[in-house]
Every structure is written in structure tokens, then in C-alpha cells.
């Protein structure tokens, strides 16, 4: 009963608007947006097409009149979560000729990375707004309706754009879902639903010395209107660093051009004119729209950096210099015969060590038998000892000289084993001269090393691929040349310290450094010399120890 009188009253108005002849589509509008409050086209523009953070204003005037013919004005404010999300809010009216909407408009976005040059993303704009009759004069009671309506709706418009390289592919429905809590239930029913299909694509042209990013980017599209001939569409846009331009046709609101500057790096302006050719449109005159936006934060982002670094065709990297090649040759030669010095003072101390211990054999088997010599001595002495005194003699003299060449022997052993013991310490001072000549060769061999690895460094010459965070500076404190792995940036201490603390439990020896540029601090979780070191790494999330995501900050040396 309740879309009954809704319908009923919508005809009266509609009988009651003899300036406004022509029945208007229901949707925004919104067909010549292409940069600015493009999130209001697809919900999952907002990540790269509404320039955040920002403000951005959108004016259209239908048909030029704008106090009697229906209008548009959305002020919206988009900025950037972190490197895969974003997020605006903004303020909208809406004149559609028989209603008037006024609310809020919200924003998310979010990037998922499907392979190196294919990404998804994925976002939603959710409307909630009042609605009321564009012109309270036609409006007569009736026993059906006895009040003028003012409902309340809340209406939600998902969006998908999947993006292979420069190509873009999206599909957006502007109600797929809404209702009104003034009355208590869907504001359209299944069969009203609005869908839109684009396909866009993005070619890089050279117009200014001074930009490298200039595009060209044509988008066609189809829309879905339920009650009346659908829509087709196709606009380009032409944006450099200075300035914009963009042309444009729509099936039912015909040839549409527009310009506009960029200025302070911050400020961008522009127009447009909008002229229907349609014979439904006769005598209608052109619609205008104006397009403003200003720039927050810092004047560049990483990402549009990045874009300034883009080089349409690089030379070759140059051929790696040597570096002291003939000091390296006869280091290693070098190596080579302190090697086989080593080999030959070990078999001298091997061979020195078993004569010692024959030696040393013999003087235990004197002994021996010396001390059996001396006890059958002794007891043939015993056993003659009337008639051998002086065989006793003779035995205590001989076991006197056996003790005498034992004590000889002895120090003859000792001396044998502190000539070895000075050979051993003439070895070890020989080899430890030896190592410190190695070592020292070694600190040279890896200082020409470093010194290679930053001329490399220096001079690399790096292309960042298609969709690639990638950041370089040629100086950044007491940082040294080289590709650092950046893991976040925090602005906010106390989440800076958070995130240092959760990287050392996960195991991952995190390093910092604090740029002034911005006041922001980098964690970064490895340093590589080469660009190709540090996309493995990067690619491999760091052996599998780091999930999320990582980019690459290079630092080139003054």
C-alpha cells in the first residue's frame, strides 16, 4: 500500500512539473567524472583515481538552470589507510527533477594483489540521506497521501575493478541494496536495480619535458536503467602534471568537453559543457559541471613519485667495472703458498714429535733393563757376597752408571722437548703472522668488495614495474647506499614502538630510520645491494618470515 501512494504521488508531481518535460534517470550523473570523485563512478576508484588525501568538490548544473532544473553537488574528502586500503567520507545532494536527496556519503576501498601485474580491488560507497519532493508547490492532498513525504534511506553501492597491467575492468550496482526506515522497507524493488560495466585503458604519452607520467586513458561503459533505454558511453581523459583535458559522449546526454589546471602542485580547477543532441532533448539547453580539488599533506605520495620516475626506455645497465682485479689474483696466490707452508710445518712437527717419542721409547727400555741388570746384580751378590765384595762394588757402580746415563738421557729429553717446544712456538708465531696476513687481505678483499657493491649501487639503474611500491632518494641521513625492505611508516610513536616490539617476538630484527622530509619513521627489515636482491627477497616475503606487504626504499649516495 505504502509504494501504491509512493507511485500515486510521484505521478501527481510529475503531472505538476510542466518546466521539467523530460523524465530524468534516476542515477547521479556521474558520467564525466574521470579523476576527481571518480569513487562515486566505482566505489574502488578512491584507491588511485581520487589523488588522496584530498578534497574535491563536483557541481553539475542539468541543463543550466540551477534553481529550477535538477543538480548535483557532491563534496567529498578521500584518504589513504595504508598501501592496499582507502577511505572517504563526503556530503552529496541530489535533484533527480522529483525528489531531492541531501546526505552523507561513505568510502572503502581495498587492493588485493592477485599476481605481480594483476590486482583486485574491491569497494563500497554507503549512502544514507533524506529524500523529499524537488518542488513542495504541485504537491495537493488527497485522501491517499494526506502529507508531503520526507523518508530517511540508507543505500549501499559495492563495486569491483580488476586492473591486468594498464587495462581495467570494473562492474559497479549504484542499489543494489537500500531501505527506508521512514516507512519501513525496501526504497526499490529487485527489478529497479542499477548496474554499470567500464573498461578502461591507460596509455602512456610524452607531451611536457618535464612529465614523465602523461597518459591517455579511453573508458567505455554501460549502464543499466530500469524503466528506460540503458545507457552507453565512452570518454577520454587526457592528464599531464599541469593540466586536463577529457571528451566525452553519452547515449541520452549527448557530447560533453571539459578542461582544467593544475596549480601549486595542490590546487586543481576545471569545467565542463555537456550539449544533448537526442530529440528527446530539444530545446534543452547545455548542463555544466565544475571540478575542484585540493591537495592535503604532503605535495607527493610515494605512489606519485614513483609515477615522476617513470622512464618510457632505459639504456642498458652499464658493464660492472673491476676493481683491483690483479690485487685479488695475487691475494689469492698468496693464499695458495701460505697453504702449503702450513702442510709442510705440520708433517715438520709431526716428524719431530715421533722421533721424540722413540726416543723418549728407548730411554724407558735403558732404564728398564738397567734396573734388571741391577737386581741380578744384587742377587748374585747376595749369593756370593763373601766371596764377591767387590762384584757388589762393580754392581752398585754399574747401577750408578745406569742412573747417571738415565739422568743424561733424561736431560737429553727435556732438551728435545723444548726444542720442539720453541719449533711449535716458531710455528705458531709463523702462523699467526701468517693468519694475520690472511686476515688483512681479507679486510682489503672485503673493503674493495663494499666499495664495488656501492659504485654498483650508486650507478644501478632501476625500472620500477608496472604496480610496484617503490621509493628512491638520493641521500637520507647517515643511511648507506643500498635497497632498504620498508615494512611501515608510523607518524604516531606509541605505534611505532608497538610494531618493533610484535617484529622482535616474531624473531625479525627490525631496524629503523626517522626522515625529516615527512616526520615519519621507516621500518625497514633487510638492506641488499641490488635491485634484484631485494625484489627476491621481497617476493619471497623474506624466506616466508614476513606476510604482509613490503616495498623498496633505495637510498643512491650523493
Known amino acids: ?77 578521500t584518504t589513504r589507510l595504508n598501501e592496499v586500503s582507502a577511505a572517504g567520507a563526503g556530503f552529496f545532494q541530489h535533484n533527480t527533477g522529483i525528489f531531492l536527496n541531501t546526505g552523507a556519503a561513505l568510502n572503502y576501498a581495498y587492493n588485493i594483489e592477485l599476481s605481480e601485474k594483476v590486482f583486485l580491488g574491491v569497494g563500497l560507497n554507503l549512502f544514507a540521506f533524506q529524500q523529499k519532493l524537488a518542488d513542495e508547490r504541485f504537491f495537493v492532498p488527497n485522501p491517499i497521501q494526506t502529507s508531503i513525504p520526507n523518508d530517511f534511506i540508507v543505500q549501499m553501492a559495492p563495486g569491483i575493478n580488476l586492473s591486468v597491467d594498464r587495462f581495467n575492468l570494473g562492474l559497479v550496482s549504484e542499489n543494489l541494496f537500500d531501505y527506508n526506515f521512514s516507512t519501513n522497507e525496501r526504497n526499490s524493488s529487485p527489478d529497479e536495480r542499477l548496474f554499470l560495466a567500464l573498461a578502461s585503458y591507460d596509455f602512456p604519452i610524452s607531451i611536457l619535458s618535464t612529465d614523465d607520467s602523461s597518459i591517455l586513458r579511453p573508458t567505455i561503459y554501460y549502464k543499466t536503467i530500469p524503466g528506460l533505454d540503458n545507457q552507453v558511453g565512452l570518454t577520454s581523459l587526457l592528464t599531464t602534471n599541469k593540466y586536463w583535458a577529457q571528451a566525452g559522449y553519452n547515449s541520452f546526454y549527448g557530447f560533453s568537453g ?50 615522476e620516475q617513470l622512464i618510457a626506455e632505459e639504456e642498458k645497465i652499464k658493464e660492472e667495472s673491476l676493481i683491483a682485479k690483479p690485487e685479488v689474483e695475487e691475494g689469492l696466490v698468496s693464499q695458495e703458498l701460505t697453504k702449503e707452508e702450513e702442510m709442510a710445518l705440520k708433517r715438520e712437527a709431526k716428524k719431530q714429535e715421533r722421533l721424540a717419542l722413540i726416543e723418549s721409547k728407548r730411554i724407558n727400555d735403558s732404564i728398564i733393563e738397567a734396573s734388571r741388570q741391577t737386581d741380578l746384580t744384587v742377587k748374585e751378590s747376595k749369593r756370593n757376597l763373601r766371596i764377591k765384595r767387590d762384584s757388589i762394588a762393580n754392581a752398585k757402580a754399574e747401577q750408578a752408571l745406569a742412573a747417571s746415563r738415565a739422568l743424561q738421557q733424561q736431560r737429553k729429553q727435556d732438551s728435545i722437548a723444548l726444542v720442539m717446544r720453541n719449533e711449535a712456538e716458531a710455528v705458531a708465531l709463523v702462523q699467526k703472522q701468517r693468519q ?36 628512491e632518494v638520493a641521500k637520507e641521513g647517515s643511511l648507506s647506499p643500498g635497497y632498504y625492505l620498508i615494512a611501515n611508516v608510523f607518524g604516531t610513536k606509541k605505534y611505532f614502538d608497538a610494531f618493533m616490539v610484535d617484529m622482535k617476538k616474531k624473531g625479525i630484527d627490525a631496524k629503523s630510520f626517522y626522515r625529516d622530509l615527512n616526520k615519519y619513521n621507516y621500518v625497514y627489515l633487510a638492506k641488499y645491494n641490488s635491485i634484484k636482491e631485494a625484489r627476491e627477497a621481497r617476493d619471497s616475503n623474506l624466506g616466508g618470515k614476513y606476510k604482509e606487504k613490503i616495498w623498496i626504499f633505495r637510498v643512491t649516495g650523493e
Do not use: H
Not at 553539475?60 to 553537488?73: F, G, I, N
Not at 576545471?270 to 585540493?294: C, H, M, N, R, W
Open 258 to 307: 571539459g578542461a582544467g589546471g593544475r596549480f601549486f602542485k595542490r590546487l586543481s580547477i576545471g569545467a565542463l559543457i555537456e550539449v544533448g543532441t537526442s530529440s528527446d532533448l530539444k530545446g534543452q539547453d547545455p548542463s555544466f559541471e565544475l571540478v575542484t580539488s585540493y591537495k592535503l599533506g604532503a605535495l607527493e605520495t610515494p605512489e606519485e613519485k614513483l609515477e
Open 436 to 471: 694475520d696476513s690472511i686476515a688483512q687481505s681479507e679486510a682489503l678483499l672485503a673493503e674493495a668488495e663494499k666499495q664495488k657493491a656501492e659504485f654498483v649501487t650508486r650507478n644501478e639503474i632501476v625500472k620500477p614495474k608496472a604496480g610496484e611500491k617503490y621509493e
Open 1 to 77: 500500500m505504502k509504494k501504491f501512494c509512493g507511485a500515486l504521488l510521484i505521478g501527481f508531481v510529475v503531472l505538476g512539473l510542466k518546466a521539467q518535460e523530460v523524465v530524468l534517470p534516476s542515477d547521479f550523473r556521474q558520467q564525466n567524472l574521470t579523476e576527481y570523485n571518480s569513487s562515486l563512478i566505482n566505489p574502488a576508484y578512491s584507491l588511485d583515481r581520487n589523488n588522496p588525501s584530498s578534497v574535491a568538490l563536483w557541481a553539475r548544473w542539468q541543463w543550466q538552470t540551477y534553481d529550477a532544473d535538477p543538480t548535483s553537488l557532491f563534496l567529498n574528502y
